[in-house]
């Protein structure tokens, strides 16, 4: 069955406070560089099946951004995996064991997107931007090596 996997690294964030790495906020530029790419995707009619997110605050709040202009909404589901100290085959994982299937998008952290999208699609790996997305159509499912990368897209590249 073909999966479109859309890869989004959470917007720029403030530096870490007292609280810690995981509590640290989007910052006003990284909240508009969302909102500019949300604005994109509703434009397009953009709607993934289902949404997987970081547990850490500023992919909680990327989400928020951006699932705010999806109409019907989709649910965002948090998947501790997706934090930037597992392994990209963890992530591989965690998918097929909740049979995510269709279109996929999952909002995260470098390294491990780059890492993600280098497993899935045998290219090398490279670094996302804050707000960079990164789509990979697979056409037997979650497959290491057979994704094909279809779109980069950085914020700053929209009109």
Avoid: K
Avoid at 61 to 69: F, K, M, Q, S
């Amino acid at each position: 069955m073909p999966f479109r996997l859309d890869l989004l690294r959470h917007g720029d964030a403030v530096a870490a406070g007292q609280d810690g790495d995981a509590a640290r906020s989007l910052s006003s530029n990284g909240r508009r560089d969302v909102a500019r790419i949300a604005e994109e995707f509703a434009r397009q009619g953009w709607r993934p099946d289902r949404v997987f997110v970081s547990p850490l605050r500023r992919a909680q709040e990327t989400a928020a951004i951006l699932l705010a202009r999806i109409d019907p909404p989709v649910d965002p589901e948090t998947l501790r995996e997706l934090v930037p100290d597992y392994p990209a085959s963890s992530v591989v994982s965690a998918l097929v064991e909740r049979a995510a299937a269709g279109h996929v998008l999952l909002i995260g952290h470098q390294p491990l997107l780059g890492q993600l999208a280098a497993l899935l699609s045998g290219d090398p790996e490279t670094a996302f931007p804050p707000a960079g997305l990164t789509r990979i159509a697979l056409a037997d499912g979650l497959v290491a090596g057979e994704g094909r990368i279809e779109l980069r897209l950085h914020p700053r590249e929209l009109p």
